[in-house]
């Protein structure tokens, strides 16, 4: 009888410290965010979570050249990085959404991620006694889909780097802080490589959509931002991705087609010489940029620069 | 003859001193950081004037352009990575003591930039 009250008592101690954990743990709606972000209960099968696409420790992207949703569907574009969304005003390779909340709804129910109608992911939600509870901590009622979007939403709007090798060089003005070849890559990455154009600003992205010439309607074939805007200016357009941790975010482009740096950096030097047939492929790129081996490597050093300092430590911080 | 030498070597001195104390002068008035207001978005722009005629621009607190200026009779010239080179010069418009300033476009082919620098205001961080 004795052993019989212990073992109660202990168990009671288990679950309770257990409860206690959890709401220390989550004590934001930032915090009930990254929680769902990491929950495969979003998924029709219950195998997918956000961050089985957007993994931390690759900078919030993926590592295949399309992610692999439910049912080991493919999906039709590389999973970007899900960091440094904060002040970017389009999302999706192809703009369709206006804002974070908008985006962050979107893969539940896309057919080759997660599959899962909202109305069943909002009653999954609400009938788990520990997510009802945390809606109506943090939004004073069950999970709405204004709430589910606002709680993944302001999540990723924490997902912000910025303190990389290049970012304390520019800060601090010591030089010191970096190789004279970053150095010379980000010259470069300003001037002759003509990066800015397109990447330009503090996540290094102007924020629009420019065709870099992937698109020959043959075996590159999206269309991208024209199926969204309806104009045939559009086509074979993309969002310009930021740069920051690119270094960890392959392969690269829309549909993932180059595996390296170096593959991209070759490309940008000569478009027509990997895509000889492109359609409207933008004026900045109309000519080959003329960069040495030299500069090419330079530019790759530039950019292995701005790895935020959490990735370039041996443990890359989860999120989890 | 060697008199008028030293002469012209004394005035040529004379000069120079006088245009690097004057651009030490004026470039005084920038110098530093200088930060905005939070924009509805909650961002912050950051702009720190070096030596050397070069500055920087963060936007919370991240790098977002470098460039070189000069700064005579209230006119700000400079160029930065984000225009191609091309170069753009702003009336500089101080108020609050000097506290603050804002930029009224003189010239400036670069839309995008021109846009941005009318609706800055800055403020002097001390």
């Known amino acids: 009888m004795k052993t019989t009250i212990t073992v109660i008592v202990l168990l009671c101690l288990c679950i309770f410290s257990g409860a206690s954990f959890t709401s220390r743990t989550i004590n934001t709606k930032e915090d009930l965010g990254r929680k769902l972000f990491f929950d495969p209960i979003l998924s029709e099968d219950s195998t997918i979570s956000c961050a089985s696409c957007h993994r931390p420790e690759f900078a919030f992207a993926d590592t295949a050249r399309v992610s692999v949703g439910v049912h080991q569907r493919n999906g039709k574009r590389n999973s970007p990085s899900a960091m440094n969304l904060l002040i970017q005003e389009k999302f999706f390779w192809d703009g369709r959404a206006d804002s974070l909340e908008q985006q962050a709804l979107a893969p539940i129910e896309n057919p080759d991620e997660m599959n899962l109608s909202l109305d069943e992911a909002l009653r999954r939600l609400n009938n788990s006694k520990d997510y009802a509870q945390l809606f109506d901590r943090f939004y004073q009622s069950g999970a709405t889909r204004a709430s589910l979007a606002s709680a993944i939403a302001s ?49 290094f992205t102007r924020n629009d959509f420019r065709n870099i010439g992937l698109f020959n309607g043959v075996d590159l074939n999206d269309s991208g931002r024209a199926v969204i805007t309806g104009n045939p200016a559009d086509i074979g357009k993309f969002k310009t991705p930021g740069l920051r941790n690119v270094a960890l975010t392959a392969p690269y482009m829309h549909n993932g087609m180059f595996r390296t740096l170096k593959e991209v950096i070759q ?17 900045v790129l109309a000519k080959p940029l003329g960069l040495t081996e030299q500069d090419m490597a330079d530019l790759e050093a530039f950019l292995l620069s701005v790895t935020d300092k959490q990735f370039t430590n041996t443990t890359a911080k989860s999120g989890k | 003859m060697k008199f008028d030498e030293t002469f012209y070597t004394m005035k040529l001195l004379l000069i120079f001193i006088q245009i690097v104390a004057a651009s030490f002068l004026l470039s005084d008035e920038l110098s530093g950081r200088w930060e905005s207001k939070p924009s509805p978005k909650g961002s912050v722009t950051t702009v720190v004037f070096k030596s050397g005629n070069r500055f920087e621009g963060f936007v919370n607190k991240k790098p977002f352009v470098s460039g070189t200026y000069t700064y005579v009779d209230s006119v700000f010239h400079f160029s930065d990575n984000g225009c191609n080179g091309v170069a753009g010069d702003y009336r500089i418009i101080f108020y609050n003591n000097a506290d603050s300033m804002r930029f009224e476009t003189i010239q400036d082919s670069c839309t995008e930039r021109m846009h941005g620098m009318e609706r800055l205001r800055l403020g002097k961080v001390k």
Do not use: Q
């Not at chain 1, 924490?158 to 150095?183: C, H, N, Q, R, Y």
């Not at chain 1, 000569?270 to 004026?283: E, F, H, L, M, Q």
């Open chain 1, 267 to 283: 490309f940008y030097n000569d478009p027509g010489k990997i895509v000889p047939d492109a359609i409207c492929r933008d004026s």
């Open chain 1, 155 to 203: 999540f990723e709007r924490t997902l912000e780097t910025g303190e990389s090798s290049f970012d304390e060089w520019k800060i601090t003005d010591d030089s010191s802080l970096v190789s004279p070849a970053v150095m010379r890559g980000f010259d470069i990455f300003s001037t002759k490589g003509k990066c800015t154009s397109c990447h330009f600003g503090s996540n």
